[in-house]
Protein backbone atom coordinates (compact mmCIF):
# COMPACT_ATOMS: atom_id res chain seq x y z
CA UNK A 1 0.00 0.00 0.00
CA UNK A 2 0.61 3.38 0.01
CA UNK A 3 2.99 5.06 2.43
CA UNK A 4 3.22 8.98 4.03
CA UNK A 5 6.08 9.29 6.38
CA UNK A 6 6.58 12.09 9.25
CA UNK A 7 9.52 13.42 10.38
CA UNK A 8 10.87 13.99 13.31
CA UNK A 9 8.82 11.19 15.41
CA UNK A 10 9.54 13.06 18.36
CA UNK A 11 10.66 16.74 18.91
CA UNK A 12 11.50 17.90 22.77
CA UNK A 13 11.68 21.76 22.19
CA UNK A 14 11.83 24.70 24.24
CA UNK A 15 8.70 27.42 25.14
CA UNK A 16 9.17 29.92 22.31
CA UNK A 17 10.88 27.89 19.95
CA UNK A 18 9.44 26.96 16.76
CA UNK A 19 9.22 23.30 15.16
CA UNK A 20 8.93 22.11 12.16
CA UNK A 21 7.25 18.53 11.13
CA UNK A 22 7.22 17.37 7.57
CA UNK A 23 4.93 15.14 5.67
CA UNK A 24 5.79 12.93 3.01
CA UNK A 25 4.18 10.76 0.07
CA UNK A 26 6.53 8.11 -0.37
CA UNK A 27 5.16 6.57 -3.56
CA UNK A 28 2.48 8.63 -5.11
CA UNK A 29 1.40 12.45 -5.40
CA UNK A 30 -0.95 14.52 -2.82
CA UNK A 31 -2.29 17.85 -3.73
CA UNK A 32 -3.99 18.10 -0.73
CA UNK A 33 -2.61 16.80 2.26
CA UNK A 34 -4.46 17.05 6.00
CA UNK A 35 -2.98 18.03 9.37
CA UNK A 36 -4.61 16.65 12.69
CA UNK A 37 -3.81 16.68 16.38
CA UNK A 38 -4.46 14.60 19.09
CA UNK A 39 -4.33 14.79 22.76
CA UNK A 40 -3.99 12.18 24.96
CA UNK A 41 -6.88 9.92 25.10
CA UNK A 42 -8.55 12.10 22.51
CA UNK A 43 -9.63 11.59 19.32
CA UNK A 44 -7.65 13.38 16.22
CA UNK A 45 -8.59 16.90 15.28
CA UNK A 46 -8.44 18.05 12.11
CA UNK A 47 -6.55 21.09 12.02
CA UNK A 48 -6.16 22.33 8.35
CA UNK A 49 -6.39 20.97 4.95
CA UNK A 50 -2.71 21.79 3.08
CA UNK A 51 -3.76 22.27 -0.61
CA UNK A 52 -0.40 22.37 -3.32
CA UNK A 53 -0.03 25.83 -5.05
CA UNK A 54 -2.11 27.86 -2.68
CA UNK A 55 -3.10 28.60 0.60
CA UNK A 56 -3.81 26.17 3.45
CA UNK A 57 -7.36 26.10 4.24
CA UNK A 58 -7.69 26.38 8.26
CA UNK A 59 -10.43 24.95 10.59
CA UNK A 60 -12.53 27.22 12.85
CA UNK A 61 -10.63 28.03 16.02
CA UNK A 62 -6.99 27.44 14.40
CA UNK A 63 -4.88 29.59 14.55
CA UNK A 64 -3.15 30.13 10.80
CA UNK A 65 -0.38 32.64 12.43
CA UNK A 66 0.24 30.05 15.05
CA UNK A 67 0.42 27.15 12.75
CA UNK A 68 2.29 27.83 9.29
CA UNK A 69 1.29 25.12 6.78
CA UNK A 70 3.34 25.09 3.68
CA UNK A 71 2.70 22.70 0.93
CA UNK A 72 6.05 22.79 -0.70
CA UNK A 73 5.71 20.30 -3.51
CA UNK A 74 3.21 17.31 -4.54
CA UNK A 75 4.62 15.42 -1.82
CA UNK A 76 5.43 17.01 0.93
CA UNK A 77 3.86 19.26 3.63
CA UNK A 78 5.00 21.22 6.33
CA UNK A 79 3.35 22.39 9.70
CA UNK A 80 5.38 24.74 11.55
CA UNK A 81 4.30 25.54 15.10
CA UNK A 82 5.72 28.80 15.74
CA UNK A 83 6.84 30.10 19.32
CA UNK A 84 5.68 27.05 20.85
CA UNK A 85 4.04 26.77 24.55
CA UNK A 86 3.65 23.72 26.70
CA UNK A 87 0.05 23.55 25.44
CA UNK A 88 1.36 23.06 22.05
CA UNK A 89 2.50 19.82 23.21
CA UNK A 90 0.40 17.17 21.35
CA UNK A 91 0.32 14.26 18.61
CA UNK A 92 0.14 15.32 15.25
CA UNK A 93 -0.22 13.36 12.16
CA UNK A 94 -0.53 14.11 8.95
CA UNK A 95 -2.79 12.05 5.68
CA UNK A 96 -2.99 12.20 2.51
CA UNK A 97 -5.37 11.21 -0.04
CA UNK A 98 -4.44 9.03 -3.07
CA UNK A 99 -6.84 8.40 -5.68
CA UNK A 100 -7.80 4.74 -6.40
CA UNK A 101 -10.58 5.02 -8.42
CA UNK A 102 -12.09 7.84 -11.38
CA UNK A 103 -13.85 9.47 -8.02
CA UNK A 104 -12.96 8.12 -5.19
CA UNK A 105 -9.91 8.13 -2.79
CA UNK A 106 -8.05 6.33 0.05
CA UNK A 107 -6.44 7.70 3.16
CA UNK A 108 -3.03 7.33 4.09
CA UNK A 109 -1.82 8.22 7.39
CA UNK A 110 1.56 9.11 8.81
CA UNK A 111 2.40 7.83 11.69
CA UNK A 112 2.60 10.97 13.83
CA UNK A 113 4.95 13.24 15.71
CA UNK A 114 4.66 13.36 18.93
CA UNK A 115 5.83 17.19 19.92
CA UNK A 116 6.53 17.79 23.55
CA UNK A 117 7.52 21.47 24.68
CA UNK A 118 8.85 22.35 27.81
CA UNK B 1 -21.06 19.67 7.50
CA UNK B 2 -20.11 16.15 7.93
CA UNK B 3 -19.87 14.51 11.63
CA UNK B 4 -19.71 11.22 13.02
CA UNK B 5 -21.00 10.03 16.71
CA UNK B 6 -19.78 7.27 18.35
CA UNK B 7 -22.32 6.50 21.43
CA UNK B 8 -20.12 4.48 23.52
CA UNK B 9 -16.96 6.02 24.72
CA UNK B 10 -15.77 2.57 26.15
CA UNK B 11 -17.11 -0.74 25.85
CA UNK B 12 -15.78 -3.51 27.86
CA UNK B 13 -15.73 -7.32 26.97
CA UNK B 14 -15.27 -10.93 27.67
CA UNK B 15 -12.66 -12.27 25.71
CA UNK B 16 -14.21 -14.37 23.05
CA UNK B 17 -17.41 -12.81 23.41
CA UNK B 18 -18.88 -10.68 20.14
CA UNK B 19 -17.90 -7.31 20.02
CA UNK B 20 -20.29 -4.01 18.81
CA UNK B 21 -19.05 -0.95 18.23
CA UNK B 22 -21.53 1.52 17.21
CA UNK B 23 -20.96 5.01 14.36
CA UNK B 24 -23.95 7.62 13.25
CA UNK B 25 -22.59 9.86 10.57
CA UNK B 26 -24.35 12.62 9.20
CA UNK B 27 -23.09 13.73 5.42
CA UNK B 28 -24.38 15.78 2.75
CA UNK B 29 -23.01 13.86 0.16
CA UNK B 30 -22.59 10.01 -0.65
CA UNK B 31 -19.74 9.46 2.12
CA UNK B 32 -17.12 6.94 2.72
CA UNK B 33 -16.74 5.48 5.81
CA UNK B 34 -13.61 3.91 7.87
CA UNK B 35 -12.66 2.20 10.80
CA UNK B 36 -9.34 3.02 12.52
CA UNK B 37 -7.79 1.23 15.13
CA UNK B 38 -5.18 2.70 17.14
CA UNK B 39 -3.14 0.78 19.73
CA UNK B 40 -0.95 2.51 22.85
CA UNK B 41 1.50 4.88 21.91
CA UNK B 42 0.87 3.94 17.91
CA UNK B 43 -0.23 5.01 14.60
CA UNK B 44 -3.62 4.40 13.14
CA UNK B 45 -4.57 1.19 11.25
CA UNK B 46 -6.87 0.58 8.60
CA UNK B 47 -9.61 -2.37 9.85
CA UNK B 48 -12.03 -1.31 6.78
CA UNK B 49 -13.58 0.96 4.61
CA UNK B 50 -16.89 1.48 2.78
CA UNK B 51 -16.96 3.23 -0.66
CA UNK B 52 -20.20 2.57 -2.49
CA UNK B 53 -20.03 -1.03 -3.12
CA UNK B 54 -21.45 -4.23 -0.93
CA UNK B 55 -23.29 -2.48 2.67
CA UNK B 56 -21.63 -5.49 4.12
CA UNK B 57 -17.68 -4.82 4.57
CA UNK B 58 -15.48 -7.26 5.58
CA UNK B 59 -11.71 -5.99 7.22
CA UNK B 60 -9.02 -7.29 8.51
CA UNK B 61 -8.29 -9.40 11.78
CA UNK B 62 -12.59 -10.44 11.52
CA UNK B 63 -13.60 -7.59 12.22
CA UNK B 64 -16.48 -5.95 9.82
CA UNK B 65 -18.63 -3.47 9.26
CA UNK B 66 -22.52 -2.95 7.47
CA UNK B 67 -23.55 0.91 6.06
CA UNK B 68 -27.32 1.06 6.93
CA UNK B 69 -28.11 4.58 4.92
CA UNK B 70 -31.28 4.83 6.55
CA UNK B 71 -30.03 4.49 9.81
CA UNK B 72 -26.73 6.48 8.86
CA UNK B 73 -25.24 3.31 10.54
CA UNK B 74 -21.98 1.85 10.15
CA UNK B 75 -21.47 0.02 13.03
CA UNK B 76 -18.15 -1.79 13.54
CA UNK B 77 -18.64 -6.13 14.74
CA UNK B 78 -16.04 -8.90 15.40
CA UNK B 79 -17.55 -12.48 16.84
CA UNK B 80 -15.07 -13.23 19.06
CA UNK B 81 -13.08 -10.76 20.68
CA UNK B 82 -8.88 -10.87 21.31
CA UNK B 83 -6.67 -10.11 23.69
CA UNK B 84 -4.93 -7.99 21.23
CA UNK B 85 -7.97 -6.12 19.82
CA UNK B 86 -7.87 -3.85 23.06
CA UNK B 87 -7.10 -0.76 21.77
CA UNK B 88 -8.95 2.74 20.32
CA UNK B 89 -10.83 2.59 17.87
CA UNK B 90 -12.36 5.89 15.40
CA UNK B 91 -15.09 5.87 13.09
CA UNK B 92 -14.02 8.05 9.98
CA UNK B 93 -16.64 9.86 7.63
CA UNK B 94 -14.96 10.98 4.15
CA UNK B 95 -16.76 13.16 2.43
CA UNK B 96 -16.83 15.95 -0.67
CA UNK B 97 -16.04 19.18 -0.04
CA UNK B 98 -15.04 22.07 -2.29
CA UNK B 99 -13.02 25.42 -2.31
CA UNK B 100 -11.89 27.47 -4.38
CA UNK B 101 -13.95 25.44 -6.96
CA UNK B 102 -11.32 22.80 -6.07
CA UNK B 103 -13.14 19.24 -4.38
CA UNK B 104 -11.46 16.92 -2.51
CA UNK B 105 -12.45 14.55 0.20
CA UNK B 106 -12.44 15.96 3.94
CA UNK B 107 -11.77 13.55 6.54
CA UNK B 108 -13.65 13.84 10.05
CA UNK B 109 -12.61 11.35 12.98
CA UNK B 110 -15.54 9.98 15.47
CA UNK B 111 -14.65 10.46 19.14
CA UNK B 112 -13.27 7.69 19.22
CA UNK B 113 -14.33 3.91 21.58
CA UNK B 114 -12.12 2.73 23.98
CA UNK B 115 -12.59 -1.30 23.71
CA UNK B 116 -10.82 -3.20 26.89
CA UNK B 117 -11.12 -6.94 26.24
CA UNK B 118 -11.20 -9.37 29.66
CA UNK B 119 -9.45 -12.54 29.86
Known amino acids: GAVVSQHPSRVICKSGTSVKIECRSLDFQATTMFWYRQFPKQSLMLMAT?????????EQGVEKDKFLINHASLTLSTLTVTSAHPEDSSFYIC??????????????FGPGTRLTVT | AQSVTQLDSHVSVSEGTPVLLRCNYSSSYSPSLFWYVQHPNKGLQLLLKYTSAATLVKGINGFEAEFKKSETSFHLTKPSAHMSDAAEYFC?????????????????FGPGTSLSVIP
Open chain 1, 95 to 108: SAPKRTGLDSYEQY
Open chain 2, 92 to 108: VVSDRSVVSRASYDKVI
Open chain 1, 50 to 58: SNEGSKATY
